[in-house]
């Protein structure tokens, strides 16, 4: 047995000490940073692989914004894989594998095809993939026979302008805007569809200067992957559906298992950045790293909704996790993503003056637009349902997933929850929540004189505070309306 002597400090036991600071507009701050080895962010944030926060539309929103998403892993193993081929799909100058309906397909599949996918327009091949026009919602819209065949409805290809596969950006775009279309089918020179240019793409693609993107133009995205030696089958399918890094995701990382999947997660995709977690400790870094990791998540029952520090006696006072394991990141120069615990910005830019690289959010994203769920009312006030993932319905529900059945309300007595179900406010889109903590950390950098991440790690200095200081921080001594 071990006693330290020295407490272990946590976000609200301390506060930053303002320095002297050079930095005259907080858009003079740089907030671009690592989320691992390999793949840089314009904003330090990910979004939790938790099920009520992470699925495709928190993801690519993340990746919009600057960020990273990652698909949380309570899901079937093909529905995991349909997310992310929805975020690598959603934005790209070309996508590269369209959509598309046979020559005999009639008006009604069009219409259920386009209404599936959420598109509004299909190309039409022949059998050797050969373009024979592009049918669009409006050519199905009042079209009153849906037996109609769609070759009668559709521009044929002798009036479709379209594009060869070394099109540039510059190239579509004109093309777009002198023809006054949407869309550009790219074609070989066997005529043979090869993707599909769209006006809506590229004009996203400039409403979004920060998204983290793939060489290739795409949004980025993670996977989150269970320990068992089944995950592999996961693993692969995230991958071939373009997952950019697979997150090793346990609640005690620093475990053999979890060590070992690292690994052979690391060996089997060379080209993909791994992530492991969750630790606690420098140690737990070393392993993690030893074994293979681009990044390391930590954070041990410092969650929102975390209930693992009282059913089990353990964790880390999470700001001394993050200050531990950072340094011992940093020496192996690897970055360390803070997960859990984040209330607020001025929680984010400790987490990331403690050392980290970025942080995850759980519940503070939980209640917006883009996370997983519909809105609920109580008492007039609109929320959003956010559970641990060790919680007890979560448990139930991966085992159902799992078995493909119901368990038995009997056997729900053999869970050991680590996590509970509550609600958050439903707060709207993600982007406004992001903005407003983005400006905090600015503005938060900027206090310690720190223009980029990494000179707030040289210059941040914290002190320790009382219950008093503590009292003295929030908005005291007055009624609030
Ligand atoms: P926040 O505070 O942002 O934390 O909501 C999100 C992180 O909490 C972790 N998590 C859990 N930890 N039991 C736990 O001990 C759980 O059931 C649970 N579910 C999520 C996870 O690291 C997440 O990113």
């Not at 944030?45 to 928190?58: G, H, L």
């Not at 009668?152 to 510059?170: G, K, Q």
């Not at 997952?243 to 060996?267: E, F």
């Not at 803070?338 to 995850?360: H, P, Y």
Request: some cysteine; glycine content about 8%.
């Amino acid at each position: 047995m071990k006693l330290r002597h020295d407490a272990a400090l946590t976000f609200d036991d301390v506060l930053l000490v303002p320095k002297r600071s050079p930095i005259r507009s907080r858009q003079a701050v740089n907030t671009r940073t690592q989320f691992s080895r390999n793949i840089a962010l314009a904003i330090p944030i990910i979004s939790s692989n938790m099920d009520t926060v992470t699925e495709a539309a928190m993801a690519r929103a993340m990746a919009r914004l600057g960020g990273l998403g990652v698909i949380h892993r309570f899901m079937t193993v093909e529905r995991q894989a349909a997310e992310i081929r929805r975020v690598k799909r959603a934005e790209g100058f070309m996508v590269e594998r369209p959509y598309n309906l046979p020559a005999s397909a009639t008006v009604q599949e069009a219409r259920a095809r386009m209404d599936e996918h959420h598109i509004g327009g299909l190309v039409v091949t022949g059998p050797q993939d050969e373009v024979l026009g592009l049918v669009t919602s409006r050519d199905v819209m009042f079209e009153r026979n849906p037996n109609r065949p769609v070759l009668e409805v559709m521009t044929p290809r002798d009036r479709l302008v379209v594009v060869s596969e070394d099109a540039t950006l510059e190239t579509a775009r004109e093309m777009l805007h002198q023809h006054r279309i949407e869309k550009l089918p790219v074609l070989d020179e066997h005529g043979r569809l090869r993707g599909l240019i769209t006006a809506q793409d590229i004009a996203r693609l400039e409403q979004w200067p920060n998204a983290t993107k793939d060489e290739r133009g795409r949004l980025r995205v993670a996977a989150a992957i269970g320990v068992r030696p089944s995950d592999m089958d996961r693993a692969v399918a995230c991958v071939n559906a373009g997952a950019d890094a697979l997150v090793v995701d346990i609640a005690h990382g620093h475990s053999d298992n979890a060590l070992d999947m690292v690994r052979a997660l690391k060996q089997r995709f060379p080209q993909v950045d791994i992530i492991g977690g969750n630790v606690a400790t420098a140690e737990g870094v070393r392993d993690m790293v030893e074994a293979g990791a681009d990044a390391v998540k930590v954070g041990v029952g410092a969650g929102s909704i975390c209930i693992t520090r009282i059913v089990t006696g353990f964790g880390v006072p999470q700001l001394q996790a993050v200050l531990e394991c950072a340094e011992a990141g940093r020496a192996l120069g690897v970055p360390i993503i803070a997960d859990g615990g984040i209330r607020a910005s001025g929680d984010i830019t400790k987490a990331l003056a403690a050392g980290a690289s970025t942080v995850m959010l759980g519940s503070l994203l939980a209640g917006t637009d883009e996370a997983p769920g519909a809105s609920v009312v109580r008492n007039g006030q609109r929320y959003k349902v956010v559970r641990g993932m060790a919680s007890l319905t979560a448990n139930i529900d991966r085992q159902e997933i799992e078995r493909g059945r119901e368990v038995d309300p009997d056997d729900w007595e053999q869970v050991v929850p680590e996590g509970v179900e509550a609600m958050v406010p439903a707060r709207g889109p993600v982007k406004d929540i992001v903005h407003q903590l983005v400006g905090g950390v600015r503005s938060g950098l900027s206090y310690a004189g720190a223009a980029t991440i990494a000179e707030l790690w040289d210059k941040a200095e914290f002190v320790p505070i009382t219950a008093a200081g503590r009292a003295e921080s929030g908005a005291h001594d007055v009624a609030m309306r």
